[in-house]
C-alpha cells in the first residue's frame, strides 16, 4: 500500500510540475488574437472585455470567464472563443444590430429590430435612425415589429422608407410613418396589415403618377378604405 501511495504521490508531483511549467513557458505564451463578427465594437474593446492580450499564457486562460466578460457588453448577443495551441485564440462574436432610437426618461437610446433597448447613443460612433414611439394600448404590436419593418422594405413604395424620421405604434391608427423630407405621414391598421398596406403603395402609386404625391400630406388606410389629405397651399 505505502509502494501505491508513494506512486500517486509521485504522479501528483509530477503532473504540478508540468502543469507549473507549461502556465508559465513562454512556448504557450499568445501571440496572435483573431477577432471576428464586431461591426461596432473594436478589436481593442473586445481584448479588454475579454480580459487578454498577447503575452497571457494560453493555457492559464480560462474561455468560460472569456466569453462571460464579453456577454456582459449590451451589444454582444453570442460569442465563441477557441483555443489555438500553442500560442493563439480565435474570438467570434456576434452584435445586436440597432435599428430605432427611443426616448427614455430623457436619454436617447439604441433599440434593435424588436424595440429591445441596446445602449444609449453616444457621440462615438453615431448612427442615424427613425425614432420609434409606442403609445400605451400599442405594446403588443412590438411582437411584429421585425414583420412590419421587412414589409415595409419590401413593398417598393414610391417614397424612400429608408428616409423615414420616426414610426409611431399606435392602438388607433397601427402603423404611423412620417418622412421628414417631404413632410409625409402615413398611416396603416395592424389589421389586416398587408392587404392595408397593399393598398397604401396602390393609392401612392396612382398619386405619384398623376404628379400629386408632392402634395399630400398624409394617406391613412384601414379596411377597404384610403383617405388622402392634401395640402390646400400647393393645389390639394
Given amino acids: 500500500m505505502s509502494v501505491l501511495v508513494s506512486i500517486l504521490v509521485g504522479i501528483s508531483v509530477g503532473l504540478?510540475?508540468?502543469?507549473?511549467?507549461?502556465?508559465?513557458?513562454?512556448?504557450?505564451?499568445v501571440k496572435t488574437i483573431e477577432v471576428s463578427g464586431n461591426?461596432?465594437?473594436?478589436?481593442?474593446?473586445?481584448?479588454?472585455?475579454?480580459?487578454i492580450a498577447p503575452g497571457s499564457n494560453s493555457l492559464a486562460v480560462n474561455i468560460a470567464?472569456?466569453?462571460?466578460?464579453?456577454?456582459?457588453?449590451?451589444?454582444?448577443?453570442?460569442?465563441?472563443v477557441k483555443r489555438l495551441l500553442p500560442d493563439g485564440f480565435a474570438i467570434k462574436v456576434a452584435e445586436r444590430e440597432p435599428k430605432f432610437w427611443v426616448q427614455r426618461g430623457g436619454e436617447l437610446l439604441y433599440a434593435d429590430e424588436h424595440g429591445n433597448i441596446i445602449a444609449p447613443v453616444g457621440a462615438g460612433r453615431f448612427t442615424s435612425l427613425p425614432t420609434l414611439e409606442v403609445e400605451a394600448g400599442a405594446e403588443e404590436a412590438l411582437?411584429?415589429?421585425?414583420?412590419?419593418?421587412?414589409?415595409?422594405?419590401?413593398?417598393?413604395?414610391?417614397?424612400?422608407?429608408?428616409?423615414?424620421?420616426?414610426?409611431?405604434?399606435s392602438p388607433g391608427k397601427g402603423v404611423e410613418l412620417y418622412l421628414e423630407n417631404s413632410d409625409l405621414r402615413?398611416?396603416?391598421?395592424?389589421?389586416?396589415?398587408?392587404?392595408?398596406?397593399?393598398?397604401?403603395?396602390?393609392?401612392?402609386?396612382?398619386?405619384?403618377?398623376?404628379?400629386?404625391?408632392?402634395?399630400?400630406?398624409?394617406?391613412?388606410?384601414?379596411?377597404?378604405?384610403?383617405?388622402?389629405?392634401?395640402d390646400a397651399?400647393?393645389?390639394g
Wanted: net charge neutral.
Fill in 143 to 169: 411582437e411584429r415589429l421585425p414583420e412590419i419593418t421587412g414589409d415595409l422594405k419590401r413593398a417598393r413604395l414610391p417614397v424612400d422608407i429608408a428616409l423615414v424620421s420616426w414610426v409611431r405604434l
Fill in 186 to 230: 402615413l398611416s396603416i391598421a395592424l389589421e389586416d396589415w398587408r392587404d392595408n398596406l397593399d393598398r397604401l403603395g396602390k393609392v401612392l402609386d396612382d398619386l405619384a403618377r398623376r404628379g400629386e404625391l408632392k402634395q399630400v400630406r398624409e394617406v391613412k388606410t384601414g379596411g377597404v378604405n384610403v383617405w388622402v389629405q392634401k
Fill in 16 to 29: 504540478l510540475y508540468v502543469y507549473r511549467y507549461a502556465t508559465s513557458s513562454e512556448y504557450f505564451a
Fill in 65 to 80: 470567464e472569456m466569453e462571460s466578460g464579453l456577454l456582459r457588453n449590451p451589444w454582444v448577443t453570442e460569442v465563441s
Fill in 39 to 51: 461591426l461596432r465594437l473594436r478589436q481593442e474593446e473586445i481584448l479588454a472585455l475579454a480580459g
Fill in 233 to 235: 397651399a400647393l393645389g
